[in-house]
Protein backbone atom coordinates (compact mmCIF):
# COMPACT_ATOMS: atom_id res chain seq x y z
CA UNK A 1 0.00 0.00 0.00
CA UNK A 2 2.59 1.96 0.97
CA UNK A 3 4.44 1.50 -2.29
CA UNK A 4 1.54 2.33 -4.25
CA UNK A 5 1.10 5.92 -2.38
CA UNK A 6 4.35 6.93 -2.93
CA UNK A 7 4.18 6.17 -6.49
CA UNK A 8 0.39 7.61 -6.73
CA UNK A 9 2.38 10.65 -5.64
CA UNK A 10 5.24 10.34 -8.02
CA UNK A 11 2.05 10.70 -10.55
CA UNK A 12 0.49 13.47 -9.02
CA UNK A 13 3.45 15.44 -9.08
CA UNK A 14 4.49 14.43 -12.25
CA UNK A 15 1.06 15.54 -13.57
CA UNK A 16 1.40 18.74 -11.42
CA UNK A 17 4.49 19.48 -13.06
CA UNK A 18 3.54 19.36 -16.38
CA UNK A 19 0.67 21.32 -16.17
CA UNK A 20 2.28 24.23 -13.86
CA UNK A 21 3.55 26.27 -16.25
CA UNK A 22 7.06 27.86 -17.55
CA UNK A 23 7.89 29.38 -13.80
CA UNK A 24 10.51 26.92 -12.55
CA UNK A 25 12.25 29.18 -10.12
CA UNK A 26 12.30 32.77 -9.60
CA UNK A 27 13.16 35.18 -6.92
CA UNK A 28 12.47 38.83 -6.20
CA UNK A 29 14.47 41.33 -4.32
CA UNK A 30 13.39 44.30 -2.90
CA UNK A 31 16.56 44.97 -0.52
CA UNK A 32 14.24 45.93 2.24
CA UNK A 33 12.68 42.14 3.11
CA UNK A 34 13.82 39.89 4.61
CA UNK A 35 15.98 42.24 6.57
CA UNK A 36 18.89 43.82 4.41
CA UNK A 37 21.73 46.22 6.65
CA UNK A 38 22.55 49.34 5.56
CA UNK A 39 26.04 48.98 4.23
CA UNK A 40 27.60 46.02 2.09
CA UNK A 41 25.22 43.82 0.59
CA UNK A 42 27.83 40.87 1.20
CA UNK A 43 26.91 37.65 2.39
CA UNK A 44 23.37 39.59 3.00
CA UNK A 45 20.36 36.90 1.50
CA UNK A 46 22.74 34.92 -0.65
CA UNK A 47 24.39 38.02 -2.30
CA UNK A 48 28.11 38.36 -2.61
CA UNK A 49 30.14 41.47 -2.84
CA UNK A 50 33.66 41.04 -1.33
CA UNK A 51 35.63 43.89 -2.73
CA UNK A 52 33.26 46.17 -1.00
CA UNK A 53 33.51 44.28 1.62
CA UNK A 54 37.27 44.86 1.72
CA UNK A 55 38.22 41.70 0.93
CA UNK A 56 38.41 41.81 -3.26
CA UNK A 57 40.36 43.88 -5.88
CA UNK A 58 39.23 47.26 -4.84
CA UNK A 59 36.83 48.46 -2.69
CA UNK A 60 34.02 49.46 -4.51
CA UNK A 61 31.11 51.44 -4.10
CA UNK A 62 28.23 49.29 -4.19
CA UNK A 63 26.11 49.39 -1.11
CA UNK A 64 23.02 48.64 0.30
CA UNK A 65 21.99 52.63 0.96
CA UNK A 66 18.55 54.66 1.45
CA UNK A 67 16.25 55.01 -1.57
CA UNK A 68 16.60 58.67 -1.25
CA UNK A 69 12.41 58.85 -1.52
CA UNK A 70 12.89 57.27 -5.33
CA UNK A 71 9.48 56.02 -6.51
CA UNK A 72 8.68 52.27 -5.85
CA UNK A 73 11.89 51.89 -4.38
CA UNK A 74 10.75 51.34 -1.12
CA UNK A 75 13.08 52.80 1.98
CA UNK A 76 16.54 50.84 0.63
CA UNK A 77 17.86 50.24 -2.21
CA UNK A 78 21.09 48.70 -3.84
CA UNK A 79 23.68 52.03 -4.65
CA UNK A 80 26.61 51.50 -6.99
CA UNK A 81 28.32 53.97 -8.61
CA UNK A 82 32.07 53.44 -10.30
CA UNK A 83 33.85 55.87 -8.13
CA UNK A 84 36.00 52.94 -7.79
CA UNK A 85 36.53 50.26 -10.56
CA UNK A 86 38.87 47.04 -11.34
CA UNK A 87 39.61 44.66 -14.06
CA UNK A 88 38.47 41.62 -11.80
CA UNK A 89 35.44 39.90 -11.33
CA UNK A 90 34.49 37.26 -9.29
CA UNK A 91 35.02 40.21 -6.37
CA UNK A 92 32.02 42.32 -7.65
CA UNK A 93 28.40 42.22 -6.50
CA UNK A 94 26.56 38.96 -7.55
CA UNK A 95 22.69 38.39 -6.89
CA UNK A 96 21.52 35.92 -4.89
CA UNK A 97 21.39 32.78 -7.11
CA UNK A 98 18.54 30.96 -8.40
CA UNK A 99 18.26 26.96 -7.30
CA UNK A 100 17.93 26.22 -10.81
CA UNK A 101 20.40 27.60 -13.01
CA UNK A 102 20.19 28.20 -16.89
CA UNK A 103 22.23 27.10 -20.00
CA UNK A 104 22.40 25.11 -22.83
CA UNK A 105 22.47 20.83 -22.14
CA UNK A 106 26.16 21.00 -22.09
CA UNK A 107 26.91 24.36 -20.92
CA UNK A 108 29.63 24.13 -18.14
CA UNK A 109 28.82 25.38 -14.90
CA UNK A 110 32.01 24.92 -13.04
CA UNK A 111 30.58 24.18 -9.68
CA UNK A 112 29.18 27.92 -9.65
CA UNK A 113 25.70 27.23 -10.43
CA UNK A 114 23.69 24.37 -9.71
CA UNK A 115 20.18 22.59 -9.56
CA UNK A 116 17.95 21.46 -12.72
CA UNK A 117 19.64 23.12 -15.87
CA UNK A 118 16.65 25.18 -17.63
CA UNK A 119 17.20 26.74 -21.02
CA UNK A 120 15.16 30.30 -20.17
CA UNK A 121 16.48 32.75 -17.92
CA UNK A 122 15.23 36.23 -17.35
CA UNK A 123 15.87 39.27 -15.23
CA UNK A 124 14.73 43.01 -14.34
CA UNK A 125 15.34 45.39 -12.51
CA UNK A 126 14.66 49.21 -11.96
CA UNK A 127 17.73 51.94 -12.38
CA UNK A 128 17.48 55.23 -11.00
CA UNK A 129 19.47 58.33 -11.06
CA UNK A 130 20.89 59.34 -7.05
CA UNK A 131 21.68 62.80 -8.32
CA UNK A 132 17.98 63.25 -10.79
CA UNK A 133 18.44 66.70 -11.28
CA UNK A 134 22.19 66.77 -13.18
CA UNK A 135 24.23 64.36 -14.99
CA UNK A 136 26.84 62.35 -13.14
CA UNK A 137 29.48 62.71 -15.43
CA UNK A 138 31.41 59.05 -16.01
CA UNK A 139 28.90 57.30 -14.36
CA UNK A 140 28.39 53.79 -15.70
CA UNK A 141 27.74 50.63 -14.15
CA UNK A 142 27.31 46.98 -16.11
CA UNK A 143 24.49 44.80 -15.29
CA UNK A 144 25.51 40.71 -16.82
CA UNK A 145 23.68 37.44 -16.68
CA UNK A 146 26.37 35.16 -15.03
CA UNK A 147 26.90 31.82 -12.96
CA UNK A 148 28.65 33.70 -9.84
CA UNK A 149 32.49 34.38 -11.31
CA UNK A 150 32.13 36.81 -14.03
CA UNK A 151 31.73 34.28 -16.44
CA UNK A 152 29.59 36.70 -18.18
CA UNK A 153 26.27 35.81 -20.75
CA UNK A 154 25.73 38.97 -21.36
CA UNK A 155 26.24 42.71 -21.05
CA UNK A 156 23.51 45.67 -20.22
CA UNK A 157 25.36 48.89 -19.26
CA UNK A 158 23.30 51.49 -17.41
CA UNK A 159 25.27 55.13 -18.18
CA UNK A 160 24.50 58.84 -17.68
CA UNK A 161 25.62 60.87 -20.21
CA UNK A 162 24.63 64.69 -20.95
CA UNK A 163 21.84 64.39 -22.44
CA UNK A 164 19.64 61.44 -19.84
CA UNK A 165 20.36 58.10 -19.01
CA UNK A 166 21.42 55.41 -21.71
CA UNK A 167 21.05 51.53 -22.24
CA UNK A 168 24.17 49.85 -23.83
CA UNK A 169 24.19 46.07 -24.87
CA UNK A 170 27.04 43.84 -26.20
CA UNK A 171 26.53 40.29 -27.58
CA UNK A 172 29.72 38.10 -28.90
CA UNK A 173 29.24 37.59 -33.14
CA UNK A 174 30.96 35.15 -34.76
CA UNK A 175 30.00 35.47 -38.57
CA UNK A 176 31.36 33.40 -41.05
CA UNK A 177 33.13 31.20 -41.48
CA UNK A 178 31.58 29.91 -38.62
CA UNK A 179 34.01 28.16 -35.46
CA UNK A 180 33.33 24.25 -35.16
CA UNK A 181 35.58 21.97 -32.74
CA UNK A 182 37.32 20.90 -35.92
CA UNK A 183 37.88 24.58 -37.17
CA UNK A 184 37.75 26.75 -33.84
CA UNK A 185 39.91 29.73 -34.76
CA UNK A 186 37.24 30.43 -37.27
CA UNK A 187 35.33 31.35 -34.17
CA UNK A 188 37.44 33.88 -33.38
CA UNK A 189 38.55 35.14 -36.50
CA UNK A 190 39.25 38.75 -37.87
CA UNK A 191 35.15 38.52 -38.90
CA UNK A 192 34.29 37.86 -35.25
CA UNK A 193 33.68 40.30 -32.56
CA UNK A 194 31.58 41.88 -29.54
CA UNK A 195 29.07 44.06 -31.14
CA UNK A 196 28.19 47.05 -29.21
CA UNK A 197 24.31 48.27 -29.23
CA UNK A 198 22.95 51.88 -27.93
CA UNK A 199 19.53 49.96 -26.84
CA UNK A 200 18.26 53.51 -25.77
CA UNK A 201 19.40 56.79 -24.76
CA UNK A 202 17.79 60.15 -23.48
CA UNK A 203 16.24 58.45 -20.84
CA UNK A 204 14.57 60.98 -18.04
CA UNK A 205 17.02 60.68 -15.31
CA UNK A 206 14.03 62.26 -12.91
CA UNK A 207 12.30 59.03 -12.99
CA UNK A 208 13.10 54.99 -12.33
CA UNK A 209 13.52 52.99 -15.34
CA UNK A 210 12.70 49.24 -15.85
CA UNK A 211 15.50 46.73 -17.87
CA UNK A 212 14.33 43.34 -18.38
CA UNK A 213 16.69 40.78 -20.08
CA UNK A 214 15.56 37.76 -21.41
CA UNK A 215 17.89 34.47 -23.13
CA UNK A 216 16.90 31.31 -24.71
CA UNK A 217 20.02 29.44 -24.18
CA UNK A 218 19.70 27.27 -26.85
CA UNK A 219 21.92 24.02 -27.91
CA UNK A 220 24.38 24.53 -30.34
CA UNK A 221 26.12 28.14 -31.85
CA UNK A 222 25.11 31.03 -32.98
CA UNK A 223 21.44 30.41 -31.59
CA UNK A 224 21.17 31.98 -28.42
CA UNK A 225 17.96 34.59 -28.15
CA UNK A 226 18.81 38.01 -25.51
CA UNK A 227 16.10 40.43 -25.68
CA UNK A 228 16.40 43.72 -24.12
CA UNK A 229 13.14 45.56 -23.09
CA UNK A 230 13.70 48.99 -21.49
CA UNK A 231 10.26 50.72 -19.61
CA UNK A 232 7.87 47.28 -20.61
CA UNK A 233 9.33 48.41 -24.53
CA UNK A 234 10.98 45.47 -26.91
CA UNK A 235 14.56 47.52 -27.48
CA UNK A 236 16.92 44.90 -29.04
CA UNK A 237 17.05 41.17 -30.08
CA UNK A 238 20.26 40.02 -30.21
CA UNK A 239 22.16 36.59 -28.70
CA UNK A 240 24.60 36.04 -26.08
CA UNK A 241 28.46 35.71 -25.26
CA UNK A 242 28.02 31.93 -26.07
CA UNK A 243 30.79 31.62 -28.81
CA UNK A 244 32.87 33.73 -26.62
CA UNK A 245 32.92 30.85 -24.43
CA UNK A 246 32.98 28.30 -26.96
CA UNK A 247 36.18 29.52 -29.15
CA UNK A 248 37.78 32.40 -27.60
CA UNK A 249 38.21 30.41 -24.15
CA UNK A 250 37.81 26.90 -25.35
CA UNK A 251 40.71 24.23 -25.93
CA UNK A 252 43.14 26.11 -27.86
CA UNK A 253 41.50 29.49 -28.20
CA UNK A 254 43.40 32.84 -27.16
CA UNK A 255 41.74 32.59 -23.74
CA UNK A 256 41.48 29.36 -22.59
CA UNK A 257 42.51 28.57 -19.33
CA UNK A 258 44.71 24.83 -20.40
CA UNK A 259 41.47 23.51 -18.68
CA UNK A 260 37.96 23.63 -19.88
CA UNK A 261 38.44 20.73 -22.12
CA UNK A 262 35.01 20.97 -24.77
CA UNK A 263 33.69 24.18 -26.87
CA UNK A 264 30.52 24.97 -25.01
CA UNK A 265 28.81 28.24 -23.34
CA UNK A 266 28.03 28.98 -19.86
CA UNK A 267 25.21 28.63 -17.60
CA UNK A 268 23.78 31.80 -15.52
CA UNK A 269 21.61 31.90 -12.18
CA UNK A 270 22.32 35.49 -10.85
CA UNK A 271 23.08 39.43 -12.35
CA UNK A 272 26.52 40.29 -11.37
CA UNK A 273 26.68 43.91 -10.54
CA UNK A 274 30.00 45.46 -12.00
CA UNK A 275 32.15 48.56 -12.34
CA UNK A 276 35.29 48.35 -14.40
CA UNK A 277 36.74 50.67 -17.33
CA UNK A 278 37.09 54.39 -16.12
CA UNK A 279 36.72 55.17 -12.66
CA UNK A 280 34.36 58.15 -12.34
CA UNK A 281 35.51 59.26 -8.32
CA UNK A 282 33.30 62.00 -8.46
CA UNK A 283 30.17 59.98 -8.27
CA UNK A 284 31.31 58.28 -4.80
CA UNK A 285 28.43 57.67 -2.81
CA UNK A 286 26.14 58.54 -5.25
CA UNK A 287 25.79 56.39 -9.04
CA UNK A 288 22.86 54.52 -9.40
CA UNK A 289 19.97 52.93 -7.65
CA UNK A 290 18.87 49.23 -7.85
CA UNK A 291 15.69 48.05 -6.90
CA UNK A 292 13.07 45.53 -7.32
CA UNK A 293 14.98 42.86 -9.24
CA UNK A 294 13.90 39.74 -10.16
CA UNK A 295 15.40 36.22 -11.82
CA UNK A 296 13.64 33.57 -13.48
CA UNK A 297 14.58 30.18 -14.97
CA UNK A 298 12.66 28.18 -16.55
CA UNK A 299 11.48 26.59 -19.77
CA UNK A 300 11.48 28.35 -23.54
CA UNK A 301 8.56 29.86 -22.89
CA UNK A 302 6.27 28.80 -26.07
CA UNK A 303 3.38 31.05 -27.01
CA UNK A 304 0.69 32.65 -26.33
CA UNK A 305 -1.25 31.61 -29.43
CA UNK A 306 -2.15 34.42 -32.12
CA UNK A 307 -4.08 32.33 -34.43
CA UNK A 308 -6.85 29.32 -33.72
CA UNK A 309 -5.19 27.42 -36.10
CA UNK A 310 -2.28 27.32 -33.64
CA UNK A 311 -4.86 25.26 -31.82
CA UNK A 312 -5.90 22.79 -33.70
CA UNK A 313 -4.22 19.35 -34.68
CA UNK A 314 -3.32 18.88 -30.80
CA UNK A 315 -1.28 22.38 -31.03
CA UNK A 316 -3.14 23.85 -28.13
CA UNK A 317 -0.34 20.72 -26.57
CA UNK A 318 2.34 23.01 -27.44
CA UNK A 319 1.96 26.18 -25.15
CA UNK A 320 3.35 26.71 -22.15
CA UNK A 321 2.38 30.49 -21.97
CA UNK A 322 -0.17 29.84 -21.24
CA UNK A 323 -0.91 26.02 -20.88
CA UNK A 324 -4.11 25.13 -22.09
CA UNK A 325 -6.80 21.99 -20.97
CA UNK A 326 -8.16 21.34 -24.51
CA UNK A 327 -8.03 22.89 -27.63
CA UNK A 328 -11.55 24.29 -26.87
CA UNK A 329 -10.05 27.00 -24.32
CA UNK A 330 -7.23 27.94 -26.49
CA UNK A 331 -9.30 28.69 -29.37
CA UNK A 332 -11.49 30.72 -26.91
CA UNK A 333 -8.41 32.40 -25.47
CA UNK A 334 -7.55 33.75 -29.63
CA UNK A 335 -10.79 34.93 -29.10
CA UNK A 336 -10.62 37.02 -26.44
CA UNK A 337 -6.96 38.30 -27.24
CA UNK A 338 -7.64 38.84 -30.64
CA UNK A 339 -7.85 42.89 -30.36
CA UNK A 340 -4.34 42.48 -28.36
CA UNK A 341 -1.84 40.39 -28.51
CA UNK A 342 0.32 40.74 -25.08
CA UNK A 343 -2.21 41.60 -23.65
CA UNK A 344 -0.53 42.38 -20.32
CA UNK A 345 0.70 45.21 -22.26
CA UNK A 346 3.68 45.15 -20.34
CA UNK A 347 5.83 44.74 -24.14
CA UNK A 348 7.03 41.13 -23.55
CA UNK A 349 5.79 38.65 -24.91
CA UNK A 350 4.75 37.09 -21.56
CA UNK A 351 1.64 36.98 -20.92
CA UNK A 352 1.32 37.13 -17.17
CA UNK A 353 -1.17 34.89 -15.80
CA UNK A 354 -2.18 35.06 -12.88
CA UNK A 355 -1.92 37.92 -12.41
CA UNK A 356 -5.14 40.01 -13.16
CA UNK A 357 -3.97 40.68 -16.52
CA UNK A 358 -7.31 42.13 -17.98
CA UNK A 359 -6.63 44.78 -15.36
CA UNK A 360 -2.85 44.99 -15.57
CA UNK A 361 -2.25 48.19 -18.21
CA UNK A 362 -0.23 48.61 -16.00
CA UNK A 363 26.19 50.01 -33.64
CA UNK A 364 29.14 50.44 -33.97
CA UNK A 365 32.20 47.91 -32.18
CA UNK A 366 33.89 49.59 -30.02
CA UNK A 367 37.23 49.28 -28.15
CA UNK A 368 37.35 46.80 -25.28
CA UNK A 369 37.32 49.51 -22.47
CA UNK A 370 34.54 50.11 -23.02
CA UNK A 371 33.16 46.70 -22.73
CA UNK A 372 34.13 46.84 -19.01
CA1 LIG B 1 33.94 33.41 -37.53
CA1 LIG C 1 23.34 28.26 -28.28
Request: hydrophobic share 30%; aromatic share 10%; proline share 5%.
Amino acid sequence: MKKFITIFSFLAISLTLLVTPSFADSLSINFENPPYTLGTINLQDGWSSFGAAGSGCAVYDHAVSASLSTAGFGSQSLRISNAVTSGCFGDQTFSKSLANEAGETAAVNSGMSQGTRQKHFEAEWYFASTVPGAQQPGLSAVASPDRGDGARMSWVQMKDTPTGLEVNFYDYVDAAPFGTAGTPTNGYGPEDTFRFTNVVSGLDRTVPHKIKITMDLLDGPRNDVVKVYVDGVLKHTGTSWEDYFRFVQGPGGPEWDGIIPGFESRTVDSILFRTGGAAAPITAGFGFLIDNLSTLSGPILVGPPTNKDQCKKDGWKTFNNPTFKNQGQCIKYVENHEEDDDHDNDGDDRDDHGKNNDDDHRGENENHEERD
